[in-house]
C-alpha cells in the first residue's frame, strides 16, 4: 500500500524510488506507459537506448521518446524489478505545475505498470495497492 496525496488540480502524486532515488510522480491511469523525465535521467542512474516510439497525449504528438531497461521502482513494500521505461520531456506538464506553485514531478505512473501489478486505487483513503503475480 502506497499513500497517496491529492493535488487542488485533481492529480494523484506520491514519493516513491526510482533506482534507489526518491522521486516525486503522479498517478495517469490515462497514460498508457510509464515516463520518467528525460532531464532526470543520471539523477536516477538511468543508461538509455535508441527508441523509435513517439509519444502522443495531452502533452502534444510527436515528443521523442528514449528508453531505459532493468530499473527498480520502489512502492511502499513491494519493489518491481527488471523494469523497462521510458523517457521523454515532461516541460509541458512541469511547467503548468510550476506556474500554479506545484513541485516539479520526476515521471508519470501509467497504465502499464498499474495493469501488470492489478493496480487498486482508493481515492476515498488516497491509497495505492498493487501486487505481484
Known amino acids: ?40 535521467k543520471d539523477k536516477f542512474n538511468m543508461q538509455t537506448i535508441a527508441f ?32 523497462d521505461l521510458k523517457l521523454m520531456s515532461l516541460d509541458h506538464v512541469n511547467n503548468a505545475f510550476d506556474e500554479m506553485g506545484f513541485e516539479k514531478i520526476n515521471g508519470v505512473i501509467g497504465a502499464d505498470i498499474l495493469a501488470d501489478y492489478c493496480a487498486i486505487i482508493d481515492y476515498a483513503k488516497l491509497k495505492l495497492y498493487l501486487k505481484k503475480e
Do not use: C, W
Open 1 to 40: 500500500m502506497t499513500p497517496l496525496k491529492m493535488m487542488s488540480t485533481g492529480h494523484v502524486h506520491f514519493y516513491s524510488e526510482l533506482n534507489g532515488i526518491k522521486g516525486h510522480f503522479v498517478l495517469d491511469t490515462g497514460a498508457g506507459v510509464t515516463v520518467i523525465e528525460k532531464k532526470d
Open 52 to 83: 523509435d516510439g513517439e509519444a502522443t497525449g495531452a502533452g502534444g504528438r510527436g515528443i521523442k521518446m528514449e528508453k531505459s531497461k532493468n530499473n527498480t521502482l520502489q512502492f511502499d513494500i513491494l519493489t518491481l524489478d527488471n523494469l
